[in-house]
């Protein structure tokens, strides 16, 4: 399996594709699962991490991988990316990446890091599932966060179907 992996502090979205369709370009196919990783409401980053550790290990038994994409986290100059900077959610965003990242290469993982402005740019979350629900032909997910979408998102884009 390939998962694509779209870290927050709130919910992390994972999304895992079957390699065999991984290639297919003409019609996208969507990934086999998705989950939102929550990492629940304590604010210390610590408990987030152990949270996640659980579910990882869980998702890996269930749907394991050989290769996984994850987004990197980067600060945009911004009224938000400031207010982000100064409560240290970059900081904290980064080392869940950074976590998530040592768990998968632990287990053999390849694992790559997928830059914000080559995948996606600029474009809100929201706009970002309109084009995913677009590409797969499909209405609204309602069961997909927007954590999910960015990390479907990531796939579409790896496997060249996101222009």
Known sequence: MIWTIDPGLQGTGIAVWEPTTWTTRKRPVPPVHTETL???????????????????????RDWPCKEAYIEKPAFFQ?????????????????????????????????????????????????????????????????????HVYDAVGIGLWVKGCLP
């Open 78 to 146: 911004s009224a938000s990316g400031l207010m982000t900077a100064s409560r240290q959610d970059l900081t904290k965003l980064t080392l869940c990446a950074g976590y998530i990242w040592g768990w998968l290469a632990s287990e053999g993982v390849t694992v790559k890091f997928v830059e914000v402005h080559e995948w996606k740019g600029q474009v809100p979350k929201t706009v970002m599932a309109k084009r995913v629900n677009k590409l797969l032909r499909q209405r609204v997910n309602r069961e997909w966060s927007e």
């Open 38 to 60: 929550r990492s629940g409401s304590s604010p210390a980053i610590e408990t987030k991490m152990a949270v996640m550790t659980h579910r990882v290990k869980a998702l890996l």
